[in-house]
């Protein structure tokens, strides 16, 4: 399918990130948000308030972050794309429904433009603290897919991205950018709406009474049952049968968690999207997501002037994580360094997959602002030694 022209503003724009990312649902056909104001992710709800009632989308702002999680899940049980935007403490309140829609098996969008915490932390102030959350926030086992934009022009396009997995793999998708991001300006250019390629719902070609919302497929993924059309099925939290009514054993939490869990997992290659540069015959490779991917490069220039070969990996996917390519690579390289404004939360997923076969090392910060360069190049320094 391709974007609906009526709705996608095509030409080269000045946006900031969240506008931007507002723009992008749109481009993907989100017709429901719901949400509720927060910095620093409040423009994405702005922007979407001012350019629904043009598309004949709905807009409505939730009494908090639970509601709007769960009503976005509805909207999309109704038969259209739905998203929602957070930060901070925001993103907490939502993560017990974001479960609810892994377990239901909902697409839809979720934005988090990250800022510093904990607890009310830094409400204008960029973080990249947020990505284990975003892994494990929710209780349970599961998989998430979370893309991480680096630019306004990112923004746009990974939040179209985010709507096509979401429909393809049935679940939440994840766009953790953060303020610096959302804030910025630069030009966006959003291509004609033929340009856009999009993935649409896939309803079941079965007759009511012979298809199930949760019934086994070769790829993992049910088609959907649509509502109002004679289809009688049942939707739970609960662990449930292919009926999706609960079935409280061992046995179906096997069936029902393994799905969730295979679908994302053995499409893994499908799902990872990385950009590498002058990563081939590196000694050196620096990995980052965000906008610590751009804070990089001059520390990377000013390195290979000198003569070390350092090559950078840009994680536009930050989960699934890319266990396979940092274990090639580990055995490859002399260090791996990851740069990222946290403690060391997807520095433990590299630590882990390189598994001793090379040094790593990590440049962190609590957040507030960016890194300053001259830290990550002192860093390649001793990696090198």
């Known amino acids: 399918m391709k974007a609906d022209p009526k709705n996608v503003l095509t030409g080269s724009h000045y946006l900031d990130g969240n506008h931007a990312s507002a723009e992008g649902g749109i481009a993907a056909g989100c017709k429901f948000f719901a949400g509720y104001p927060i910095t620093p992710s ?18 409505i702002q939730m009494e908090d972050e639970l509601a709007s999680m769960a009503a976005i899940l509805g909207a999309s049980w109704g038969g259209v794309k739905s998203m929602s935007c957070t930060s901070g403490p925001g993103f907490s ?15 839809c969008v979720l934005i988090n433009v990250q800022r510093g915490g904990p607890s009310t932390g830094l409400p204008t102030l960029p973080g990249q603290a947020d990505m284990m959350q975003a892994r494990w926030g929710s209780h349970g086992d599961y998989e998430v897919i979370a893309l991480a934009p680096d630019s306004p022009q990112e923004s746009f396009e990974l939040t179209i991205h985010a709507f096509n997995l979401s429909e393809k793999y049935h679940m939440p998708v994840l766009v953790m950018t953060d303020e610096c991001v959302g804030h910025m300006t630069e030009r966006v250019v959003i291509p004609p709406a033929e340009e856009i390629e999009l993935v649409e719902r896939r309803y079941t070609d079965k007759e009511p009474g012979e298809a199930w919302p949760y019934e086994p497929t070769e790829g993992g993924v049910s088609p959907f049952l649509p509502v109002g059309k004679g289809y ?7 662990t ?3 009926r999706g009514y609960p079935v409280i054993n061992a046995e179906t939490q096997e069936t029902n968690v393994r799905r969730l869990i295979d679908k994302v997992n053995n499409h893994v290659d499908e799902i990872i999207w990385l950009e590498e540069k002058d990563v081939e015959g590196a000694e050196i490779v620096v990995m980052a997501y965000g906008i610590s ?3 990089i490069q001059p520390a990377i220039t000013k390195a290979r002037k000198e003569g070390i070969k350092v090559g950078q990996i840009k994680m536009v996917t930050v989960w ?10 580990a055995g490859q390289v002399k260090s791996l360094i990851m740069v ?15 598994a001793g076969k090379c040094q790593t090392y990590l440049v962190g910060h609590a957040g507030g602002t960016v890194h300053n360069p001259d830290d990550i190049y002192k860093t390649i320094k001793e990696a090198v030694k």
């Open 340 to 354: 990222e404004m946290n403690y060391g939360q997807v520095f433990l997923e590299m630590d882990r997959c390189a």
């Open 93 to 107: 309140l939502m993560m017990e429904n974001f479960g609810l829609g892994i377990m239901l098996e909902t697409p």
């Open 42 to 59: 409040t423009e994405i709800a702005e922007r979407v308030s001012r350019r629904f009632p043009l598309i004949g989308g709905v807009f």
């Open 240 to 242: 449930h049968d292919y």
């Open 320 to 329: 699934p994580f890319p266990e396979k390519r940092v274990r090639e690579l």
């Open 232 to 238: 009688k099925f049942h939707v739970t939290g609960l």
């Open 293 to 295: 991917s751009r804070v």
